[in-house]
């Protein structure tokens, strides 16, 4: 049992470019979320979806897409990177299927760390 | 929008004394408060999570939280700090299918 893994732990983009997140989980979780975490600032939620094919804007949507097509996996997709986007991006994934307001433990991946230049 | 706020960026305490990190919360609804802990390099595991049962919560590795309404705040303490204890430590509010994280309190342990 993995948990929650995400790919690749660091990466070092120019202004411009695209590349997708990748974060999956093996439990079996419906819900899966996409934070941020800044200097100062804590973790801010991008995205989340609460099942396959089921995605909602959290608090820092701008510059990112999701999708998920099945219930392991949940990408982030940033389609023309800015260096206002180099930061620490966290996946995590809990059983409920209630969302950001559940009661339920979020289990975090180890993290992507992103510079964009 | 809920919010929380941690008072005190750093906290550094002393081997085997008594640990405190501040967290107050804001909330239209009644909320659901959490304390993570993020150790370097990993991500955030749970500490522990208030849900409007007992106001009093214990948590894993000796952590405790006391929900006071009429503060509107969710300390943590624990009353002897071990050095595997140093961290950073974010205090969140879930309400209203959205979660809010703190900025966090690094705790620094001196032997």
């Known amino acids: 049992n993995a948990g929650v893994t995400q790919t690749p732990k660091f990466q070092v983009l120019k202004t411009g470019q695209s590349m997708t997140l990748q974060c999956a989980q093996d439990?079996?979780?419906?819900?899966m979320s996409w934070y941020r975490q800044d200097p100062g600032m804590g973790l801010r939620l991008i995205h989340y979806?609460?099942?396959?094919?089921?995605?909602d804007q959290g608090e820092v949507p701008n510059g990112y897409n999701v999708s998920r097509s099945t219930t392991e996996d949940f990408p982030l997709r940033l389609l023309s990177a800015a260096p206002s986007q180099t930061s620490v991006y966290f996946c995590?994934?809990?059983?409920?299927?209630?969302?950001?307001?559940?009661?339920?433990?979020?289990?975090f991946g180890p993290g992507t760390r992103l510079t964009v230049l | 929008a809920q919010s929380v706020t941690q008072l005190g960026s750093h906290v550094s305490v002393s081997e085997g004394a008594l640990v405190l990190l501040r967290c107050n919360y804001s909330?239209?609804?009644?909320?659901?408060l959490f304390w993570y802990v993020q150790y370097p390099n990993q991500g955030l595991q749970l500490l522990l999570k208030?849900?409007?049962?007992?106001?009093l919560v214990k948590g894993i590795n000796g952590f405790e939280a006391e929900f006071k309404k009429s503060e509107t705040s969710f300390h943590l303490t624990k009353p002897s700090a071990h050095m595997s204890d140093a961290a950073e430590y974010f205090c969140?509010?879930?309400?209203?299918?959205?979660?809010?994280f703190g900025a966090g309190t690094r705790l620094t342990v001196k032997p």
């Open positions: 995590a994934s809990s059983p409920t299927l209630a969302g950001p307001e559940s009661t339920d433990t979020q289990y």
């Open positions: 439990m079996n979780h419906e819900y």
């Open positions: 979806s609460v099942g396959a094919g089921i995605t």
């Open positions: 909330s239209s609804v009644p909320p659901y």
């Open positions: 208030y849900t409007s049962a007992a106001t």
């Open positions: 969140a509010v879930s309400a209203r299918r959205d979660m809010r």
